[in-house]
């Protein structure tokens, strides 16, 4: 009992779900790692080469995005827009924001290096909003992207910065499942003038329900434990569903056919030690077979989202080296589409 309401689940570290079906998302891990969940305030000066703004597209919803511009390179003409990626954060569906210094100490060294303007999406969270509500936000800000694209809802830093002939979907662990998602509904529909040029899925959280090899095999990380799947699976997925829904498994037997999918080229991201990497190389196999444009990444040694925590990444010249080749792997897909 905490404050008078009973807990009916906890994901340590986390959050805790009460039985009035309130969360408490505060963070009680280790004391040293707190501050990678620590929100970070916009700020439209340049810092370290890259500007950020927040803006609310719906206030009544909660629908906002964090927007990153890098600083001009002096070999890029001041005329030249940028490519767009459109992120979708990871969490299970469960935690974690775009404004978290995990994501703004990522997500600034990629906009400087690959020189790009990023649009974060603040996704709204399960268990309050099971799927496949952070999918339906996803493809909401897709749709926001064509508005502003279309001098329906200016937005000055996209206006003077992008460029929406090259916009590009990426998302990390369970955004990575919704790049899938935003990818195969644009493809059914006229984006003009948005083009999506591509999608980049980073670890994306690609399950079973028959659980895999590397699932059962590999070593647990902090910031990924098979505790942590099943409970943050149990809690967004709709009440009932197993890991065979489509939006978990888009390779699976429940999902339409990827034959069947308008898909832009795709890059998957992979890491060696991750739990997940089966059912990831797997989607990778059912794309190639469905004769989808589809390349891997491997980053060799590395767990689930190793290139968040930024105490291992300053501390392991591994894990730094694999950081760089992330980002470098990134800015050559976009650089090639």
């Avoid at 210094?101 to 906009?111: A, D, E, R, S």
């Avoid at 890991?243 to 795709?266: F, Q, R, T, Y």
Wanted: charged share 25%.
């Amino acid at each position: 009992m905490v404050s008078g309401k009973k807990i009916v689940e906890v994901v340590p570290g986390w959050l805790r779900v009460f039985e009035d079906g309130t969360v408490d998302r505060t963070w009680t891990g280790p004391t040293e790692a707190e501050f990678m969940t620590k929100p970070v305030p916009p700020h439209e000066d340049f810092i370290d080469g890259v500007a950020v703004r927040d803006v609310a597209i719906d206030p009544n919803q909660g629908f906002a995005v964090r927007i990153y511009i890098p600083e001009r390179n002096r070999d890029i003409q001041d005329q030249e827009k940028l490519p767009i990626i459109l992120h979708f954060h990871g969490g299970g569906f469960c935690i974690s924001r775009p404004d978290w210094f995990m994501y703004y100490n990522f997500y600034t060294k990629l906009v400087r290096s690959a020189q790009v303007v990023c649009v974060s999406v603040f996704l709204r969270l399960a268990p309050e909003y099971r799927l496949p509500t952070a999918c339906k936000d996803g493809f909401a800000a897709f749709l926001w992207l064509m508005s502003v694209a279309l001098g329906e809802c200016p937005e000055p830093w996209l206006d003077n910065f992008a460029d929406f002939g090259r916009v590009f979907l990426i998302g990390d662990s369970t955004g990575g499942n919704i790049v899938h998602h935003v990818a195969a509904r644009a493809g059914a529909m006229n984006t003009e003038p948005v083009k999506l040029a591509g999608g980049i899925a980073i670890h994306p959280g690609f399950q079973r329900a028959e659980p895999s090899k590397s699932f059962l095999e590999l070593p647990e990380t902090p910031l990924l434990t098979r505790d942590m799947i099943s409970k943050f699976m149990a809690l967004a997925l709709p009440k009932g569903c197993t890991m065979d829904h489509p939006i978990i498994c888009p390779m699976g037997p429940d999902a339409p056919s990827l034959a069947g999918l308008k898909l832009p080229p795709m890059m998957v991201v992979v890491a060696e030690k991750d739990l997940l990497r089966d059912t990831e190389l797997e989607y990778c196999e059912a794309m190639k077979e469905a004769g989808k444009e589809v390349e891997v990444l491997i980053n060799e040694g590395m767990g689930h989202s190793f290139y968040f925590d930024k105490i291992a990444v300053d501390n392991d010249p591994e894990t730094a080296d694999q950081t760089t080749k992330l980002i470098e792997g990134i800015k050559s897909f976009i650089d090639r589409h």
